[in-house]
């Protein structure tokens, strides 16, 4: 694993310095200036192709979310995650090539630009709990369901959505 390091200016000295220093990972801020972050993901993936890109943005926007993965960043983090639930995302993408983290708000999942999608309540429920990191034993608790009850709502939302995966856990 690489050393981690911080990098403050635009998106142009930000691909320079991942070029130069070639990390595992890179946390984005959507709102870096410069270039339009789009632009600045595809530059980052010519510049250091193994850096794994993750997004963090207060945007939460489904054509947001579905444009940078479909440029192939491996996780998208909407700033209110936890510390805890950021650690998780960052760990376990170092971990595991399989899957995709995203962590966006609820709210931002029952309308999309192509139409309103619609959640059940016990989906919405399962959502809510996803969106404070806690792991789906703990929502099973929580909710009085089984695991596979729980782990049977986040597959219905997926697929309402054609989202990949949620946030992966592993433990600090």
């Known amino acids: 694993m690489g050393h981690p ?3 403050r200016g635009d998106s142009t000295a930000a691909v320079a310095a991942i070029g130069e220093t070639r990390p595992d990972i890179v946390l984005l801020d959507v709102g870096i200036s410069g270039d339009d972050v789009a632009v600045t993901v595809q530059r980052i993936r010519a510049a250091s192709p193994k850096t794994k890109t993750m997004i963090l943005s207060m ?11 479909g440029l ?8 209110s995650v936890s510390r805890l639930g950021l650690l998780a995302a960052i760990r376990g993408r170092q971990l595991n090539d399989s899957h995709i983290v995203v962590s966006v708000s609820p709210g931002s999942l029952v309308a999309s630009r192509e139409g309103i999608v619609a959640l059940s309540e016990r989906e919405r429920e399962v959502l809510q709990l996803v969106a404070h990191a806690m792991s789906n034993a703990l929502i099973a608790s929580r909710l009085g369901l089984t695991e596979a009850t729980v782990k049977r709502h986040l597959r219905n939302v997926f697929a309402k959505f054609s989202a990949v995966s949620a946030l992966t856990r592993v433990a600090p």
């Open 59 to 69: 945007h939460d926007g489904g054509a947001l979310v579905q444009r940078l993965l």
């Open 72 to 79: 192939g960043v491996q996780g998208y983090l909407h700033k």
């Open 5 to 7: 390091a911080s990098f």
